[in-house]
């Protein structure tokens, strides 16, 4: 017994150290991670590309949150060295501090970039993960490579794919930008001349759905990307907007003035099935769903100002959120479920970023003191980060942020401004 017993405990050092490490974000222990990831070397011509893919990697680690990115003009070890794990000298890299060590070699395979991505443990001192990406640009190399790293630390999948809608507004009308979720490599989907508010995407990616004032009146309508073609979703009554597709693509909520009333209401996919959800006579708008579908929470004035309230998705159980703020607005659920994110103006008419617990009604503040409009939040498809809306560098521009508010990045600046951002799904 006592042999086994100094067998196992011999043993269990090196099993401890051979044990996968993994960032648990949501921990009250929670520190980021320190990375090491010296530039990228490159074959033949593509050095220009492989510094871009360089750069856009850090800069999509560094978002996050997670990761503590080291000085290169820090590191110890030989710019030479190898990939092979047998050639790296990990004392020298762990003198830096580091904990992980990524190593990206770039070639051409046919009309495509290539990247050789290693991921090593430095205190076990053995590879962790190697991948062989392709992708047509130094951009989309960089963002797969940087989700690729997320999801081995996180067991998440990274957002990097992922793109954000916005309007933009340009003479005698409105524009959709679709941008990445760094707020860099915009590009226009539709134009039209008029109001464009409020986007929302499907939960598979393939359209996106906006209130519109082409007919004279505003409608919700939806944009297919892989045409560009246009159809009406919604028009009813007076006025129609506002909408949102529940997780499963089935139902989409909208609010609707019929008779000088505005209320919430929910109807299949396929514009069939319509249901009144609200019939107060104050004004309920602004649906969002609940992840699991199950609930939706809206905007209510029923109390005498803007409110946000919570009620199952048939319309039943319907009651107040929140008591805080004297005008609260455009709420937007976590895919977490924890949170729901929305925008608040203060006694100063200022006008801030919240968070809620639709459970316990406890709020939290992501802004204050950040200019004098930050508003419109959507949530990235983890629920680990926020896009709003900000005028604190002059022009309204996209802000990337934690819940916690503790890092926020302006990540546009676009020269006409941007508003209503709606983060999109997960590529399928």
Do not use: C
């Not at 319309?315 to 709420?331: A, C, H, I, K």
């Not at 977490?336 to 809620?356: C, H, P, Q, S």
């Not at 992501?366 to 022009?395: H, I, K, M």
């Amino acid at each position: 017994m006592r042999r086994l017993l100094a067998l196992l405990l011999a043993v269990l050092p090196a099993a401890a150290l051979a044990q996968r490490q993994y960032i648990d974000v949501g921990s009250p222990d929670f520190r980021p991670l320190a990375l090491a990831m010296p530039p990228y070397p490159a074959a033949g011509d593509l050095q220009v590309q492989a510094n871009e893919t360089w750069l856009v990697v850090r800069d999509d680690l560094s978002l996050t949150g997670i990761f503590e990115l080291l000085d290169p003009r820090s590191f110890l070890a030989d710019p030479r060295e190898g990939t092979a794990a047998a050639s790296i000298r990990f004392r020298r890299w762990a003198d830096v501090g580091a904990e992980g060590l990524v190593k990206v070699q770039l070639r051409r395979d046919g009309t495509l970039l290539a990247a050789e991505l290693h991921l090593y443990d430095v205190r076990g001192a053995r590879e962790v993960l190697y991948r062989v990406l392709r992708e047509r640009s130094p951009r989309a190399l960089a963002h797969q490579i940087a989700n690729d790293l997320v999801q081995y630390y996180t067991r998440e999948p990274g957002i990097f794919r992922t793109r954000i809608a916005a309007i933009r507004k340009v003479q005698g009308g409105r524009e959709i930008v679709l941008l990445d979720a760094d707020g860099k490599d915009p590009e226009v989907v539709y134009r039209e001349a008029g109001i464009l508010l409020l986007p929302s995407w499907r939960p598979d990616g393939g359209e996106i759905l906006f209130t519109s004032y082409r007919t004279g009146k505003p409608e919700v309508w939806a944009l297919r990307l892989s045409d560009r073609s246009l159809r009406p979703v919604a028009s009813l009554g007076d006025l129609s907007s506002g909408a949102a597709v529940s997780p499963d693509g089935r139902r989409i909520a909208f609010a609707a003035s019929v008779d000088g009333n505005s209320d919430v209401y929910v109807m299949d996919a396929e514009g069939g099935d319509l249901r009144q959800l609200t019939s107060d006579p104050a004004t309920d708008s602004q649906p969002t769903w609940s992840p699991d579908g199950r609930r939706i929470a809206f905007v209510s004035a029923r109390s005498g100002a803007p409110h946000l309230y919570l009620m199952n998705a048939d319309g039943s159980d319907q009651r107040r959120l929140t008591f805080q703020g004297n005008y609260n607005q455009t709420p937007r659920w976590s895919p977490r479920g924890d949170l729901i994110a929305f925008t608040a103006r203060d006694e100063r008419k200022v006008f801030d970023v919240f968070v809620v617990s639709p459970e316990t009604g406890k709020i939290s503040r992501v802004t204050q003191d950040q200019g004098r409009t930050n508003e419109e939040p959507s949530w990235a498809a983890n629920g680990r980060l926020l896009v709003f809306t900000s005028d604190r560098t002059g022009r309204s521009q996209l802000v990337v942020s934690n819940p916690g508010g503790d890092r926020q990045r302006v990540v546009t600046s676009d020269p006409t401004g941007l508003e209503g951002p709606a983060w999109g799904p997960l590529p399928r």
